[in-house]
């Protein structure tokens, strides 16, 4: 749990390392986006650590988190592409990789036989299981934490000042 606190720490006290004096007036909103980036990166960072002992990337976990709520089981491609953040080239690349692995599958959409479906396979709802509790322990760790509900409201009222 500490070092979750101290990645919150380093991304609330953001500005302080880097002093904005020399900064263009017209960019008023930097130090904010500088912040919400550094806690993401601190998010992002301690949810792959967590990961890493299932063999998972983070966005490989998403994809498989995310099919698994879906109230069908499956996704088309291009939604996938979305949710991951990915182009359609890296979309593909990253199913080739978990298909590959026997996580998922993709299947014939029943209606337009163009479209393409992801959907979990037994082993990818196994490991699942297995690797969320340890991702979600993470980001609540770190979203919970006193210093960034902090860094989180500084944001908010930097934006909401401007």
Known sequence: ?????????????FAAFCPTSGMDPGRHYL???RALNSL????????TKALAEFGLSLVEFTVLDILQEQANGHMRMQDVALVAGLTTGATTRLVNRLEERALLRRVLCDY??????TELTDDGVELLALARPRHDDAIRDILTAEATVQTLSDIAEGIRTQ
């Open 1 to 13: 749990m500490s070092t979750h606190i101290d990645s919150a720490v380093t991304a609330s006290h």
């Open 40 to 47: 993401h990166g601190h998010l992002e960072n301690d949810a």
């Open 31 to 33: 130090p904010e986006w």
């Open 112 to 117: 337009d036989r163009r479209g393409i479906y």
